[in-house]
């Protein structure tokens, strides 16, 4: 039977089946059953208008729980938060709820809860209206020569217990080409905790790019244990090697195999997230813009991805028929990762709890948005003159 023809029977028993009684209703639901092949049950909710059967039916359910309060708030934090998925917002719920009472006022103690309590199914669907309208978002590697034989493959992963494993990589900012002078970004990832750090320096060198490793192995709250990168020239070189082998405890360093990107998935995908959402794809060739993306990095972007931007890990994966199922951990962010951890030093707890305590997460959005119209504004000024 049509689509239509289904459609047309189920009008004619419905206006029926309102006016039966119980013993005639009984037949009704039979007919439906027989004539367009339907389940018992899902018959009698078709006819009590309870679900949609064929289009144009009418839905009914439960009393609405989320009203316009829930999705306004929602909504804001989602813009706020960079537009996480929704079991990342829920997360960030809890930490993110105190900074828009202090900007928009105290909320109902009865919506408090229930956004507090609120699931990320629920939430992607309240929001399923915002996302409609579309998000507004803000490699020229060279291989390290013969160095590369001192410096032994990772294939496998890290099978890590406590934070200090890092990975690395670099991107460049040449726009559409590689020649001349610009900037590049350096991003590094700690796999037991997904605490991101970065940096930027101009033209990779390495004296720019031993600067930033120093600066962030002194500003990261843990010992950095192994440090793993792929084969480029800024991170494959004999200044580096020293800096890691030539200590009291040797840093595990390690290079991924050329041409093969997952041998580095935890800071790969962290290219787009944390660089090319942030900056785009624009040529950075004025040296004063090494200063901006730098304090951009080392201030308010850290601060608000480390402390309020919760991410989840993949716990395992197994493949059923042609399908590969994964399984993702509770959303937490790397801050709460590393407390959770039960080796952390006393005093890095300490320091963690209390800049958390102190961190505004709306504030430090609201900076990373005017270093990135500063930016934007040079660059303009630059391409005028240019002109």
């Given at each position: 039977m049509s689509f239509g023809s289904r459609q047309e029977v189920v009008g004619r028993l419905r206006r029926r089946y309102e006016r039966a009684g119980r013993v005639y209703r009984q037949r009704l639901i039979g007919q439906l059953c027989e004539v367009c092949g339907?389940?018992?049950?899902?018959?009698?909710?078709?006819?009590?208008?309870?679900?949609?059967?064929?289009?144009?039916?009418?839905?009914?359910g439960g009393q609405q729980r989320y009203a316009a309060p829930e999705r306004v708030v929602l909504a804001q934090i989602w813009r706020w938060g960079d537009y996480p998925c929704g079991k990342r917002l829920v997360a960030m719920l809890p930490l993110w709820l105190s900074a828009y009472e202090r900007r928009r006022g105290v909320l109902d103690e009865a919506v408090?809860?229930?956004?507090?309590?609120?699931?990320?199914?629920?939430?992607?669907?309240?929001l399923a209206a915002e996302r409609a309208h579309g998000r507004q978002r803000r490699g020229g590697t060279k291989p390290g020569g013969l160095l590369r034989t001192q410096i032994p493959v990772r294939c496998e992963s890290w099978n890590v217990d406590r934070p200090g494993y890092l990975e690395a990589d670099s991107v460049d900012h040449g726009g559409q080409s590689t020649a001349g002078s610009y900037v590049h970004s350096l991003t590094f990832t700690d796999i037991f905790s997904g605490w991101v750090e970065q940096d930027a320096v101009w033209n990779k060198g390495a004296a720019g790019v031993m600067r930033a490793i120093r600066q962030i192995e002194a500003d990261v709250p843990f010992a950095i244990l192994g440090f793993d990168s792929d084969n480029g020239a800024e991170f494959i070189n004999h200044h580096l090697l020293r800096y890691f082998r030539c200590r009291a405890a040797p840093v595990d360093f390690t290079r991924s195999r050329a041409y093969r990107k997952n041998d580095n998935a935890h800071v790969e995908q962290k290219n787009w997230s944390k660089v090319r959402q942030l900056l785009g794809y624009e040529r950075f060739d004025q040296y004063e813009l090494v200063e901006i993306v730098h304090a951009l990095y080392r201030g308010p972007w850290r601060l608000l991805q480390n402390f309020f931007q919760p991410v989840m890990k993949l716990t395992h994966k197994h493949r059923r028929g042609g399908r590969v199922h994964k399984r993702y951990d509770r959303a937490q962010t790397p801050a709460q990762r590393l407390l959770a951890w039960e080796g952390l030093r006393t005093d890095k707890r300490a320091w963690l709890l209390h800049l958390q305590a102190t961190l505004d997460p709306v504030a430090l959005t609201e900076a990373v948005d005017r270093q990135c119209q500063q930016l934007r504004r040079i660059l303009r000024e630059g391409r005028r003159h240019a002109a």
């Open positions: 339907y389940e018992r049950k899902y018959a009698i909710k078709v006819l009590n208008g309870n679900r949609s059967g064929p289009r144009g039916l009418a839905r009914g408090r809860q229930r956004l507090l309590g609120i699931s990320a199914a629920t939430a992607d669907r309240l």
